[in-house]
């Protein structure tokens, strides 16, 4: 009955760990949007903007915006909300500054609720 008990024990933690592989991972709200990152080209990385330059308050984020270098000097790749219309998909930087694509960066909760519930539309 031990064995019985302990094989089966075993097995139970087995499966549980391996179906804690290959989820994708969900933004910091239950129904919220996915992120995908987009990895620099070659090269790429050595030519980003420092972050502070890009990711000012009222500033327009670029188009063409992939990602920035920290102040340690580390290349930060943008991580974009996956949205249903790719139109509404946003990025952010240090969880404190939003924008998408071309758009006014902010740090104002109110339009940050918006951006996610647009991109949830």
Same mark, same amino acid.
């Not at 391996?18 to 030519?47: D, K």
């Not at 903007?49 to 063409?64: H, I, M, Y």
């Not at 909300?81 to 990025?91: G, K, S, V």
């Given at each position: 009955?031990?064995?019985?008990?302990?094989?089966?024990?075993?097995?139970?933690?087995?499966?549980?760990?391996?179906?804690?592989?290959?989820?994708?991972?969900?933004?910091?709200?239950?129904?919220?949007?996915?992120?995908?990152?987009?990895?620099?080209?070659?090269?790429? +990385?050595?030519? +980003?903007?420092?972050?502070?330059?890009?990711?000012?308050?009222?500033?327009?984020?670029?188009?063409?915006?992939?990602?920035?270098?920290?102040?340690?000097?580390?290349?930060?790749?943008?991580?974009?909300?996956?949205?249903?219309?790719?139109?509404?998909?946003?990025?952010?930087?240090?969880?404190?500054?939003?924008?998408?694509?071309?758009?006014?960066?902010?740090?104002?909760?109110?339009?940050?609720?918006?951006?996610?519930?647009?991109?949830?539309?």
């Amino acid at each position: 009955m031990t064995r019985r008990l302990a094989a089966t024990t075993a097995t139970l933690a087995a499966l549980l760990a391996m179906s804690a592989c290959g989820t994708e991972p969900e933004s910091n709200s239950e129904s919220g949007p996915g992120y995908a990152t987009n990895a620099p080209e070659t090269g790429v +990385a050595e030519e +980003a903007p420092a972050c502070t330059q890009v990711w000012e308050e009222g500033a327009t984020l670029p188009d063409d915006y992939e990602g920035c270098e920290d102040e340690s000097g580390a290349y930060a790749a943008a991580v974009w909300a996956t949205c249903d219309d790719p139109a509404m998909e946003f990025t952010s930087y240090e969880d404190e500054l939003f924008a998408k694509r071309g758009d006014t960066i902010t740090g104002d909760p109110a339009a940050i609720k918006k951006l996610r519930a647009d991109c949830q539309a």
